[in-house]
């Protein structure tokens, strides 16, 4: 019998985005889907951060934006360091309002091999 492989796919809220001038960053990459640019991510492993560990840095188009949440982060570490594949199969630059001034968000798709 042949056993196939099943992906997970979920959708990521990816956090850390109002810090290090990250919303310049953003407020680019949000004009660049505008004029219907497929955006492309992927995570990268920060073993070294000096606040987590764990920590999984999101990059879109090269550029670090942000991070996955530390819960799925201590979860996803593991994954990683052992090697394992997990795609960024869609990014999503969300724009809102606040006090007038435009403010970025982002959400990933992420999809992993389940074990």
Known sequence: MIETKKNRRFEV??????????????????????????L??????????RYDSNAVAVEVEG???????KALAAKLAVHIDAGETI?????????GNKDGDSVYGVRIDV????M
Do not use: H, W
């Open 111 to 114: 999809e992993m091999e389940e």
């Open 63 to 69: 550029k670090q934006i942000g991070y996955v949440p």
């Open 13 to 38: 809220a990816v956090v850390g985005v109002t810090f290090e001038g990250r919303q310049g960053i953003l407020a680019n990459l949000c004009a660049m889907q505008k004029e219907s640019t497929e």
């Open 87 to 95: 795609d960024v199969v869609g990014v999503r630059i969300i724009e």
């Open 40 to 49: 492309t991510g992927r995570l990268k492993r920060e073993s070294d951060n």
